[in-house]
């Protein structure tokens, strides 16, 4: 938390809105819009609900096939699931660890040929690192497939300097706990069409008609963010440049330490990608380490009560979604197989990190 959380936090108490609107979700949503450079943004309950919504407002409804990037969290596909749409999973490109544009082309393409032409398009910016957004629009357009941008862990990202999360035909944050800021649990929709705004808005909120009793003509939902967690929110997009600063700093640290050890590998920014580093994440290359080099540092450092975890298991992996198609290419198979996220907390101090060096040194001898 920074400095001024608490005080909006005690501004909704002292004038009673404690309620699902007013004037702290008023103030969040648009210091959301500023940032982002968008049209509107809709706070709501979580990033996994604005997903939900994402794609009842584009219309996605039973049995359309919807692509989503399989090298993410598995709350990025589960949305497709409540609309009883069908997940279908495109691999990852090595660069930027997301969506690679020439197999969604492919899977595109073989979709068409089987009369499934896919309804809308989910892509990830994991760990903040953003996707080659250029390519996969242009596919997205030249097929008039809608986008989807999963943009909660790349808050603070840019893409050739324009926000993540402002590219999707409607875009999506998250303000979990976990996330580079939050409101205890929290999300929001943004996108740059007023009609889809609205259409969130009104649904986010039990689909009410505007008369004067209860009136509904649509399938309505309660996820909107509290008042009181979105003083939290406001507080934290204050801090939100120096919070990345910080990510970006422990990253280079990480970087700086290790790279000179043979085999692991930080992965870059290609020229006009921005991460926020929400995640310092390494490699370690299978030309040099063994396999399950990255479970055996976990399993030392664990030891010593220094938590660092798995990257995400690709979805096509997942039981869960055992029977869905996914065109693979080998990619986030191998990042799961040898990859490793470190100990990345905006408040880690440099004590921390010398010792989650050393100790990962000292296994690697
Ligand atoms: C956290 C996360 C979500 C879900 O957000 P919640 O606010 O936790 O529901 C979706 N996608 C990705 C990539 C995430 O990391």
Same mark, same amino acid.
Not at 29 to 42: A, F, H, I
Not at 220 to 233: D, E, K, M, P
């Given at each position: 938390?920074?400095?001024?959380e ?6 909704a108490? +002292? ?10 979700? $008023?103030a969040? &949503?648009?210091?959301?819009? *500023? @940032?982002? /450079? ?7 309950n ?13 219309g996605?409804k ?7 990037q ?7 596909a ?14 990852s ?10 197999l ?5 393409d ?21 996707a ?5 629009? +242009? ?10 941008? $999963?943009?909660? &862990?790349?808050?603070?990202? *840019? @893409?050739? /300097? ?21 409101t205890?649990g ?22 009410r008609?505007?008369?004067?009793y209860?009136l509904?003509?649509?399938i ?14 406001r ?10 600063e ?13 790279s000179?050890?043979k085999?692991?590998y930080?992965p ?14 390494v490699?370690?290359?299978k030309d ?7 479970e ?11 938590e660092?975890r798995?990257?995400?298991?690709p ?7 055992e ?19 470190l ?18 040194k000292?296994?690697?001898?």
């Open positions: 938390m920074g400095e001024k608490k005080e909006y936090v005690a501004e108490f +002292a004038t009673n809105w404690v309620a699902p609107l007013g004037p702290n979700v $008023d969040f &949503e648009k210091q959301l819009t *500023t @940032y982002l /450079n968008v049209d509107g943004v809709v706070s709501l979580s990033g996994t609900g604005a997903l939900h919504l994402a794609l009842e407002i584009l996605i039973q049995g359309d096939v919807v692509i989503c399989s090298f993410t969290f598995a709350a990025s589960f949305p497709i699931t409540y609309c009883k749409a069908e997940p279908v999973f495109v691999d490109e090595k660069d930027t660890w997301n969506m690679d544009p020439a969604l082309k492919t899977a595109i073989d979709q068409v040929s089987k009369g499934k032409k896919p309804a809308a398009i989910i892509v990830v910016h994991l760990y903040g690192m953003p080659k957004m250029n390519e996969i629009i +242009a596919i997205a357009a030249s097929y008039g497939i809608p986008l989807i941008e $999963d943009a909660a &862990e790349a808050l603070g990202s *840019t @893409y050739q /300097n324009k926000a993540c999360g402002s590219f999707g035909s409607v875009g999506i944050l998250s303000f979990n706990g976990n996330k580079i800021i939050t205890s929290g999300g929001a929709l943004t996108s740059n069409n007023a009609e889809l705004i609205s259409k969130t808005r009104k649904i986010s909120a039990q689909a008609e505007a008369v004067p209860y509904h003509k649509e309505g939902y309660n996820y909107r963010l509290s008042n009181v967690l979105a003083g939290i929110g507080g934290q997009m204050e801090v939100l440049p120096l919070r990345v910080k990510r970006r700093e422990i990253f280079e640290f990480y970087k700086n330490e290790l000179a050890v085999g692991m930080f870059e920014e290609p020229t006009g990608f921005f991460s926020n580093r929400w995640l310092t994440t490699l370690f290359s040099v380490w063994e396999p399950g080099t990255n055996k540092v976990r399993v030392s450092l664990e030891k010593l009560n220094i660092t798995a990257l995400w298991k979805l096509h992996q997942q039981p869960v979604f029977a869905c198609t996914a065109y693979n290419n080998g990619v986030s198979d191998e990042l799961f197989e040898t990859g490793l996220c100990p990345s907390g905006s408040n880690t101090t440099r004590e921390s990190l010398n010792l989650v060096v050393s100790e990962i000292k296994c690697l001898v």
